[in-house]
């Protein structure tokens, strides 16, 4: 029996003007945590699209125990003991839980003595042992579109664990979990490390790797880079071999000079009496107001509210001391404000377009001649800027976006807005799910933005980020502004006794 229960030597994979993968290659131990890590791009997730069968090799092997194998197709991959998480989630939101768990293999039962039906009672019965097993404490007949984003990360997770595998690939499977649900996936994959079960952890949360991670390989431009022993590691040999040079600073410097109050908040009070109430802020031209608070807090409702998506019962918004009436997004956006939403994939990007259509879609109507007709020269010349201007990552302008890695993706988002010259600009966990390397580009974006004049409210969950790149921080608990810390003197403590301060 070989040593490794799963084996990928010189895997190549390329698609039209990228080199995905360049003979890469991954030794799987049994009951080891293997984190896969490197920046966005890196080719981490095409290479586990090409174990699980979703991608077809162009060059290299695959072995499991030692014998090779082929694997056709993720049904494939499952019969061979391979199931995975993806990063992005795609339940059935109108299917239920214990539906979504066993999709495409549910349990059958013979009606009549030939007619195969699914065994509905077997299949809720399996459900909530196997809830009870992942510790998770759902109701197996719950529709999976009333849960929560983190939620339905855990459903996914459950449903990966009943395949009862041999080779477990989570791809960023804490991006939108709670602290707690955090601490669940680690006992749960505690729980298959004693099974013997290896897994592949693809996460860009450092802390992470170090604490749950027996071996770590690093990969690089779609190269492979190495493997070493996770106790060997320190946060900055990591983020060296990842992006090929040292960091010195994970923050650029801030030059930007805050003005004079630009927007203003007063008593802002949601129509949904369990978000946001009583809220009060100033905005100033040049500054990053940064927005802290626990999961929960009703900061992304908040913001919401402000751009017209969410209904509010009170409350005033000022613009350069005038009065404003935002009722939908189209009401902030005439305004000069734009909103990056948290959920990239979800009310972000548009998948199935061209980088060029979704850097374009929101100011086209700039680039018409006589009023009807898009000029196609001016809104490329337009994308090209933005490319440029962004360092955005693309074979071409023509290119799907859903083919970007997620920091690319992330910059075109930036990139549309930045098209309307807005002077609010709204950012909603800027750097959710994207690498070290992409995250400083995106820092150096938004201090660049601010150091021009553009006010930016930036909402993260991430203490160092918030306190590197924030002027102010504004805290939120259960629906309340409960305070306000100059950037220079914020502290994770400081923030974390106004972000626990309950009512």
Not at 180 to 199: G, M, P, Q
Not at 248 to 277: H, W
Request: aromatic letters at 6%; proline letters at 3%; hydrophobic letters at 40%.
């Amino acid at each position: 029996m070989s040593e490794y229960v799963l084996e990928m030597t010189d895997v190549s994979k390329s698609f039209p003007g990228v080199k995905a993968l360049d003979h890469v290659q991954l030794k799987l131990r049994p009951g080891k945590v293997h984190a896969l890590m490197g920046e966005n791009g890196a080719g981490k997730s095409t290479l586990m699209k090409c174990m699980f069968g979703i991608y077809k090799m162009d060059e290299g092997q695959i072995k499991i125990d030692g014998q090779p194998v082929t694997i056709s197709d993720p049904m494939d991959a499952l019969k061979k003991g391979i199931a995975m998480v993806h990063q992005e989630l795609q339940p059935i939101p109108a299917r239920t839980v214990g539906e979504n768990i066993f999709l495409g293999r549910y349990p059958l039962k013979k009606l009549f003595g030939f007619i195969s039906v699914v065994d509905h009672k077997k299949m809720y019965e399996d459900t909530a042992a196997l809830l009870k097993k992942v510790r998770m404490s759902f109701d197996a007949h719950q529709k999976v579109g009333e849960l929560s984003v983190s939620q339905m990360q855990s459903v996914e997770i459950a449903k990966a664990v009943s395949a009862n595998c041999r080779v477990l690939i989570l791809d960023e499977p804490t991006s939108s979990l709670t602290a707690n649900e955090v601490e669940a996936l680690f006992r749960i994959i505690e729980d298959l490390k004693a099974e013997n079960v290896a897994i592949v952890y693809i996460s860009h949360k450092m802390d992470e790797i170090l604490r749950i991670g027996d071996e770590v390989t690093i990969m690089r431009d779609g190269k492979y880079i190495g493997t070493w022993d996770a106790q060997e590691l320190t946060t900055e040999k990591i983020i060296t071999q990842m992006v090929g040079r040292e960091l010195k600073n994970l923050y650029p410097p801030k030059n930007n000079v805050p003005g004079e109050v630009v927007f203003e908040v007063k008593d802002f009070t949601s129509i949904n009496p369990r978000s946001f109430r009583h809220v009060n802020f100033q905005l100033r031209k040049g500054e990053i107001l940064g927005v802290g608070g626990l999961v929960g807090a009703q900061r992304t409702e908040l913001m919401e509210g402000l751009f017209g998506i969410r209904s509010h019962s009170s409350g005033q918004i000022f613009y350069k001391g005038k009065e404003m009436t935002i009722n939908r997004p189209k009401d902030a956006i005439d305004s000069g404000i734009a909103m990056l939403t948290e959920d990239r994939r979800g009310s972000g990007i548009m998948g199935v377009l061209s980088v060029a259509d979704n850097i374009s879609i929101s100011s086209l109507n700039q680039y018409l001649d006589y009023g009807f007709m898009i000029n196609g020269k001016k809104v490329e010349q337009l994308v090209q800027d933005n490319v440029k201007k962004m360092n955005i990552k693309t074979a071409s302008s023509k290119t799907q976006i859903k083919s970007l890695s997620g920091g690319n993706q992330q910059k075109v988002l930036v990139g549309r807005w930045l098209a309307n010259n807005p002077d609010v600009l709204i950012l909603d966990e800027p750097t959710r799910g994207i690498d070290v390397g992409a995250k400083y580009e995106i820092y150096c974006i938004i201090e660049e933005l601010a150091r021009s004049g553009k006010s930016i409210i930036m909402i993260s969950s991430e203490m160092g980020e918030l306190i590197g790149m924030s002027d102010r921080i504004m805290v939120m608990c259960d629906g309340r502004v409960t305070g306000f810390i100059d950037g220079k003197d914020a502290t994770q403590e400081n923030i974390m006794a106004l972000a626990t301060q309950f009512e």
